[in-house]
């Protein structure tokens, strides 16, 4: 398979079996980083606009099936060599066709009124798998991120768009299942402006870097040392909402902290004081916090304890 573009976190990818994975890394040049999201089944409850069915699978049974049916793909992520990739799925490629099929993402693209190739949108609407109860995962690439952000708040201050309401963060919480309690979890949410409300829909928007950033984002498991609480300063935040969430760090032991779950991506900005609990690992010398080392990053967190006043 020839590849045009880089795979990059958030594209998706099918193999040869028409599988459907969700592109989890940025490296991804010999093998593509990913999670098995959807397969192809005949009682699927999925249908693309062709009459093909599929259904989704959650995290458990993703890695269960490609433990017993594809082996050579187990990894950290799936793993699924170039030569197996039958096509690629590009958010920014594919975002005129998703819009042209639903009027709330064409809204939402005429609001995030930002250049061809810097936004697009992600998950089942990218596979063309969508509901009506499907979330909207938009996808902006760097820098026109942080523009975006700043068009949903002043699009939510103007009216433009329903501001999120209490049951919605309830569901949001129920769904992410963070270690730190609603009130909490809502004073470090509502101020990132990466979540929005569209009539009863609700969307994310994600981070992705774009192809002009380095791309060489490692995610191979490091030494375990075991697992750790820390505090420190934040001394760079500038890539805390990608996947991984990066945060440096000045502290005696640990220079960063990195996130894999999306509960914690934006949750301190540069300059404030963390409270981050989750798995030390060792990386060529350096020592990282690892919090989302598990599907629902269970007794993991990052707190701002200068949001939260207890700095």
Not at 47 to 65: H, I, M, N, P, Q
Not at 259 to 266: C, L, P, R
Request: glycine letters at 10%.
């Amino acid at each position: 398979m020839k590849v045009q573009k880089p795979i990059r976190l958030r594209d998706f990818i099918e193999d040869g079996d028409g599988w459907l994975y969700a592109v989890s890394t940025y490296d991804n040049s010999e093998r593509a980083g990913c999670t098995l999201r959807y397969v192809p089944d005949e009682e699927g409850d999925r249908v693309t606009g062709d009459g093909r069915r599929y259904r989704k699978v959650d995290f458990d049974e993703a890695f269960s099936l490609v433990a017993h049916k594809k082996p050579a793909y187990r990894d950290v992520f799936h793993r699924v060599p170039l030569s197996d990739i039958r096509r690629v799925l590009k958010p920014e490629e594919e975002i005129d066709r998703i819009a042209a099929r639903d009027a709330r993402v064409r809204r939402l693209l005429s609001l995030f009124s930002l250049p061809p190739g810097s936004i697009g949108c992600t998950g089942s609407f990218l596979c063309g798998l969508e509901n009506e109860a499907s979330d909207i995962d938009l996808v902006v690439y760097g820098d026109y991120w942080f523009r975006a952000v700043e068009i949903l708040r002043d699009a939510t201050g103007n009216g433009l768009l329903e501001p999120i309401d209490e049951a919605m963060w309830r569901r949001i919480y129920e769904k992410r299942k963070p270690e730190l309690g609603f009130d909490e979890f809502l004073i470090h949410e509502k101020r990132k402006w990466n979540r929005g409300k569209i009539g009863t829909t609700y969307f994310d928007i994600l981070y992705t870097r774009s192809y002009a950033d380095a791309l060489c984002v490692p995610h191979a498991k490091g030494r375990v040392l075991g697992r750790g609480t820390i505090e420190a300063t934040v001394t760079d935040a500038r890539f805390s909402h990608d996947s991984p969430a990066v945060y440096r760090v000045d502290h005696g032991e640990v220079s960063s902290v990195l996130s894999f779950t999306h509960t914690y991506s934006g949750q301190a900005r540069e300059g404030e004081v963390i409270e981050a609990r989750g798995v030390l690992e060792e990386h060529g010398g350096d020592v990282w916090l690892i919090v989302g080392t598990s599907r629902e990053a269970k007794g993991e967190f990052i707190r701002s304890l200068t949001l939260l006043g207890q700095d």
